[in-house]
C-alpha cells in the first residue's frame, strides 16, 4: 500500500497505455537492482516470476503487451507492487474485483461514477469508513 501512495504522490497515473506500463516495470526493477543487483537482474525476476527472461525483455520494451492477470501479480509481489495497481496499469481489472462487481454492477458503476472526480482524500475517507465498519 505504502508504494502505491508513493507512486501516486510522485506521478500521476492517467489513462494506462502498453509503453507506459513497459517504462514503469522497467524502472520499477532497475530502482530494486540498483539496491540488489543480482536479486532483481531481468534474468532472476523472470525465472521467480514463472516466465522466459527474453519474454519480461520484450514487455520491459513494449515489444509484447502487458502479461496476463496471474504473471502481472506475481511480478507485481515480485516487485513489492500494489498488484491492483500493475493490472490497471496494464488496463486490466482482477478476477476478484470482477466477480464482486458482477455481484452488484449497477451499485458498484454507480459508486465509482460517483467517486472518479473526487479527490483521493474524499475517497481514502470512504474505504476507511467501510473498511472499518464506521459507517
Partial sequence: MWY???IRAT???TTPSPSG???F???RRAELASADPR???LRQVAYRVGVEPSYLSKIERGLEPPPGETTAIALAHELQLDPDLLLAMAGKVSSE???IIRKRPKLFAELIRALKDQ???AVLRIVREVRDGNW
Avoid: N
Fill in 4 to 6: 502505491y501512495l508513493h
Fill in 11 to 13: 506521478r500521476k497515473l
Fill in 21 to 23: 506500463f513497459a517504462a
Fill in 25 to 27: 516495470l522497467r524502472e
Fill in 39 to 41: 536479486r532483481y537482474s
Fill in 97 to 99: 474485483l470482477q466477480a
Fill in 119 to 121: 479527490p483521493d482524500h
